[in-house]
């Protein structure tokens, strides 16, 4: 990939390929990818478990990019190679300009300090910690200094609506308002790109809805490149600029989320939309009622 | 009967090792030995010097400070009065002192083993058996190697009571490292905590509450060992009891027993109210 190819991109994915052991006794790496047939032996061996499978993608600055899939379609893993929290089988990341799958440890640390921040389903906080201690996590952990990262958390609070609850613990809030420390927390890193993943779907329809806006707010606030994972169709089509559909570690569809309702490549995703689809119909159909009486 | 001419002896090759450590490692064995005694002398002549009234004091605020209830404050401040009520104050002190010279010891060596456990994959396949093996030993075998290597004394008392106790902080070290949710572990990573990091700001403040329950233990099996550790010459309580035994003189057996009790019960409730300090709060 030359330079010139890369500008105006801020994320891309090629050829990645995650392949697990079922028993965790084999390691397999990337030599198996250059090998057809080996490849084609460990399809059929029921310890591989292919978890993506020669991804490709590219994401653009300040975009927000959604990848979607049913549970076990590949889409949380695929996110968790893009900062090496699962180390990808084989293939090429580059992030901002830089190689993350070539890192060396000590260079991933920076980069997972400084260029990229990530919001977890299960937000992950730390339940010895504050609020505001759990916000400045991050920023503790490379090393800022107290009393500035004490501010910059109390801003970021301040901007998902948590002011007041700085010194609370996370066992005293609520699902949506944990999640809006796990958003502080990322946001407060000022990291060009966010990773999400599912980070609203444990959450009751009401309150989803709202820090979907929240977040459709903030984004439009701070421009971030945001890598977005989700199974919710109507999710994807609120925050989404493109998205991806993934099946059995393949993206089976990119495009803007109109595209992919209007025009789906085949059965899979087709079946995927349908449901947006008919619900978009009926109301079609209620409002031409109303008009008509 | 099993058959005689299959029995084979390890006792003899295991006593050879014995003298052959004692012979030739003496000055090892003498330093290690000068270097307890010096902890050990330390912490009892610091408690001997304090007046009894303030160790009662230090008792009822430490309960106080962890509980907030008056009843228990007062309970547990009473219990070390009666063991002065019974004239065995003196005696309680050089217990508490080699108990918590064991306990010292104990902790610096298995706070890191317990990491050790759990971190290094493998380890805990060693480790486990042997830990096993360690608290299934009746605690009197130890008696005679620590004798043998540490002569009579409160020095050999300490080490028995160390190997003894020792499990329990090791393995409750690694079971609350090991119970670290990997949701957490992994968004400590994903913000770039190296791996020391890792351990220091989530791991271990996430297992302190296992690795206090574990310090409570050791404790609680120290003060057990230290009664058997009279027999190789550690003066105490533990030296009362056995006198009462040889007398036959059960009134001042119950008194010191008594006092045992008394001083685990106290010790038991301030290292559980400091680990229930540790636990992550709830609503």
């Known amino acids: ?293 | 009967m099993f058959p005689q001419s299959l029995e084979f002896h390890i006792a003899p090759k295991i006593n050879r090792f014995v003298d052959w450590l004692v012979v030739s490692h003496a000055p090892f064995f003498d330093s290690v030995s000068a270097g307890i005694l010096k902890v050990l002398l330390s912490i009892n002549g610091f408690l001997n010097q304090v007046p009894w009234w303030v160790i009662i004091a230090v008792v009822a605020l430490t309960v106080w400070s962890t509980t907030k209830k008056v009843f228990p404050t007062l309970l547990l401040s009473f219990l070390p009065f009666i063991i002065g009520v019974f004239g065995l104050w003196g005696l309680a002190m050089e217990t508490l002192s080699v108990v918590c010279t064991a306990v010292i010891l104990a902790l610096l060596l298995g706070i890191p083993l317990g990491v050790f456990m759990a971190e290094v994959s493998g380890a805990a396949t060693v480790l486990k058996p042997l830990l096993d093996a360690m608290q299934t030993m009746p605690s009197f075998v130890y008696l005679i190697p620590a004798m043998m290597l540490f002569g009579l004394g409160k020095v050999p008392a300490v080490l028995a009571t160390l190997i003894y106790a020792l499990p329990p902080v090791i393995r409750l070290t690694a079971l609350g490292l090991q119970q670290v949710p990997a949701s957490v572990e992994e968004a400590a990573l994903a913000y770039g905590a190296t791996h020391w990091q890792l351990l220091k700001e989530v791991r271990i403040p996430l297992a302190m509450p296992s690795i206090l329950a574990g310090v409570n233990q050791t404790t609680m099996m120290a003060l057990a060992m230290v009664v058997v550790a009279s027999m190789i010459g550690a003066r105490g309580l533990g030296q009362e009891v056995l006198l009462s035994i040889n007398r036959i003189d059960v009134g001042r057996g119950f008194e010191a027993g008594a006092s045992v009790v008394a001083m685990a019960i106290v010790i038991d409730r301030i290292t559980q109210g400091i680990a229930r300090k540790w636990e992550p709060p709830k609503r």
């Open chain 1, 1 to 293: 990939m030359t330079a010139v190819e890369s500008v105006g991109k801020a994320i891309e994915i090629e050829d990645l390929w995650k392949i697990y052991s079922r028993t965790k006794k084999n390691r397999y790496g990337s030599e198996v990818l250059r090998n057809p047939e080996k490849l084609r032996a460990l399809e059929g061996n029921s310890d591989a478990v292919f978890a993506v499978k020669g991804v490709s993608l590219w994401v653009a600055p300040g975009e927000t990019f959604i990848i979607m899939g049913l549970s076990g379609s590949g889409k949380s893993t695929l996110i968790r190679c893009l900062l090496r929290l699962v180390e990808p089988t084989g293939g090429f990341i580059k992030i901002n300009g830089e190689e993350v799958t070539s890192m060396t440890s000590s260079e991933l640390v920076a980069f997972r300090r400084n260029q990229v921040a990530m919001v977890f389903q299960h937000y992950g906080l730390l339940p010895h910690r504050t609020v505001l201690q759990n916000v400045s996590f991050g920023l503790r952990l490379r090393g800022e200094p107290a009393e500035k990262a004490r501010e910059k958390a109390l801003e970021a609070i301040q901007k998902v609506g948590l002011a007041g609850w700085e010194d609370h613990h996370p066992v005293s809030l609520s699902g949506g308002m944990r999640q809006r420390v796990g958003i502080a927390r990322a946001l407060v890193m000022g990291s060009p790109v966010l990773l999400m993943d599912e980070p609203f779907s444990g959450l009751d329809p009401l309150i989803r809805r709202e820090l979907q806006d929240e977040l459709m707010r903030l984004q439009g606030e701070i421009r971030k490149t945001i890598f977005f994972v989700t199974h919710d169709l109507s999710e994807a089509l609120r925050l989404g600029d493109r998205m991806a559909v993934m099946r059995d570690g393949r993206v089976v569809q990119v495009g803007t989320p109109e595209d992919i309702i209007s025009d789906p490549v085949d059965e899979y995703v087709a079946r995927f939309v349908q449901d947006e689809r008919e619900q978009l119909r009926r109301a079609e159909r209620r409002m031409a009622d109303k008009a008509a009486g």
